[in-house]
């Protein structure tokens, strides 16, 4: 790698300035604190053409509430149907609806719960650079393969 020696040039006067200004600016925090979650709107009309029933709603919207980074959801579905006073067949319902539409993903089972994952095309909550891989991972499980393309790409 080879060392560059960095200057500036006055534009007023043409004077070459030895040296550089440099601003660091601080990290950005997030406005939403923890509780975040980024969404692909895509998916939102899939959802809203789904048949999808309100019980199903109620129960994507508290796993989206649940939702840990990297796209975890480990709340198990007795805790879920507490929470919304729902039967438990009825969080079951739900979640393989969810899984069939291949919004829910199964996780590793944890304990006695079964763990479940966000499918990254449909939104994220953790590091871009964790996204792309888990995208490319999904790519990868579906026999995809990303092409770079645009004006001037070569194949």
Known sequence: ???????????????IIDGYNAVIMPKRRNGFGKRWLAVNQDPLKIFATSGLKGDDFR??????????????????????AETLGLRPQHVSRAIKKLKDMNA????????HSRSYKLNPEFGWKGSATNHNRALEQRRKVAGLKLINGGMGATV
């Open 1 to 15: 790698m080879t060392q560059g020696r960095y200057q500036q040039l006055d534009t007023e006067t043409g004077e």
């Open 59 to 80: 129960v994507l919207f508290l796993m989206l509430y649940e939702l840990d980074f990297e796209n975890y959801v480990v709340t198990p579905q007795v805790d879920i």
């Open 104 to 111: 829910l993903l199964e996780g590793p089972k944890i304990g």
